[in-house]
């Protein structure tokens, strides 16, 4: 484990035992991941991530590498490499919390406001939703450094330019352990997963 990785990951522990409000606590998080993306050790590690089109890299659904998972509070450390032209789906991250950190390379971050939601008839929580429609409100392009706090249910996508693009991403709890929406703006449709599928990987 990179010695600036173990520094996050004690920081991260430490602000999961404080009295703050998971808001609170996830603005504060963000600025821990600022500092570690400025260690030039990680951007180093991170070229070496690997990038088969079967797994990573593809567009819409993206694998994840999954460099740790925190015993006691749950949060996770992922990897995720996109490649030149890649598109996210249009989507949230459920009820969990997101810091998305930008290793290297450059994209486009996107926020739609959502409107005539019809939530889905068997959902236990009231933001996972049958129907919706979707408008852009923000596309901000971003690189290296760049750190984004995805709030739960916020609704986003990323879309790549002509650089390849590796990102750090901090995660309140492991995907796989929460729904979320994707919203097919053309349809009005709202599909749910389970989010990217989850790849161990030593981050060392
Ligand atoms: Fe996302």
Not at 34 to 61: C, F, M, N, V, Y
Not at 75 to 82: D, P, Q, S, W
Not at 160 to 181: C, E, K, M, P
Request: charged content about 20%; proline content about 6%.
């Amino acid at each position: 484990m990179l010695k600036s990785v173990e520094n996050l990951i004690n920081q991260i522990r430490a602000l999961c035992r404080s009295p703050l409000s998971p808001d609170e606590r996830w603005r504060a998080a963000a600025g821990h991941v600022r500092t570690l993306l400025a260690d030039p050790e990680l951007s180093e590690h991170a070229k070496h991530w690997p990038i088969s089109p079967a797994i990573l890299g593809l567009q819409g659904k993206h694998a994840n590498l999954l460099f740790y998972e925190d015993p006691d509070h749950g949060f996770v450390l992922n990897g995720l490499i996109k490649r030149a032209e890649a598109r996210t789906t249009i989507h949230d991250h459920g009820r969990s919390h997101t810091i998305y950190g930008v290793v290297f390379g450059a994209e486009t971050v996107a926020r739609y406001a959502v409107s005539g939601q019809l939530p889905l008839v068997d959902g236990n929580e009231p933001e996972l939703l049958a129907r919706a429609r979707v408008a852009a409100t923000e596309r901000v392009e971003v690189g290296a450094g760049h750190v984004d706090y995805i709030a739960p249910w916020e609704v986003h996508a990323e879309f790549n330019g002509a650089d390849t693009t590796a990102a750090l991403i901090l995660r309140s709890q492991r995907s796989g352990t929460f729904v979320q929406n994707i919203f097919h703006p053309d349809a009005g449709t709202v599909e749910q997963y389970h989010g990217p599928r989850q790849i161990p990987y030593e981050l060392g």
